[in-house]
C-alpha cells in the first residue's frame, strides 16, 4: 500500500501557471504507475495525465495535451504536474494515485480510475476568468 499527498493546489488567473506535487510513501516508488485525476462539482472523476516509469512513457487527456506536463523523481519518490495556460475549465480538485499493475498495461488502462489501488486526499485548483 502507499500513502500518497497533494500540494501545490491553490487559486490562479487564467492563462497562469501551477505545479501540484504528490509525495509518496510504503511500496517502493518507481514499481507502479502514477496517474493525476481530477473532478469537478458534479461531474465525474476524468482522467488526466499518467507516467509509467519516468520520461518517455506519458500519458495525457487531449484536453490538456501541450499545457500539462508530467514527471516524476524515483529518489525523492515524488510526483508532479506542472500546469500552464490554466483555463476556467481546469477548475477542479486534482486528485494523484498509484497503480501497481499499470506498469504493463496498454496505455488506455492508464485513463481509467477503477484500475489504480491508491489515492491521495485531493488538492484544490480554481482558475479564475
Known amino acids: 500500500q502507499v500513502q500518497l499527498v497533494e500540494s501545490g493546489g491553490g487559486l490562479v488567473q487564467a492563462g497562469g501557471s501551477l505545479r501540484l506535487s504528490c509525495a509518496a510513501s510504503?511500496?517502493?516508488?518507481?514499481?507502479?504507475?502514477m496517474g493525476w485525476f481530477r473532478q469537478a462539482p458534479g461531474k465525474e472523476r476524468e482522467f488526466v495525465a499518467a507516467i509509467r516509469w519516468s520520461g518517455g512513457s506519458t500519458y495525457y487527456a487531449d484536453s490538456v495535451k501541450g499545457r500539462f506536463t508530467i514527471s516524476r523523481d524515483n529518489a525523492k519518490n515524488t510526483l508532479s504536474l506542472q500546469m500552464n495556460s490554466l483555463k476556467p475549465e481546469d477548475t477542479a480538485v486534482y486528485y494523484c494515485?498509484?497503480?501497481?499493475?499499470?506498469?504493463?498495461?496498454?496505455?488506455?488502462?492508464?485513463?481509467?480510475?477503477?484500475?489504480?489501488?491508491?489515492w491521495g486526499q485531493g488538492t484544490q485548483v480554481t482558475v479564475s476568468s
Open positions: 510504503g511500496r517502493t516508488f518507481s514499481t507502479y504507475a
Open positions: 494515485a498509484a497503480g501497481y499493475h499499470l506498469l504493463f498495461t496498454i496505455a488506455t488502462s492508464l485513463g481509467r480510475p477503477e484500475l489504480y489501488d491508491d
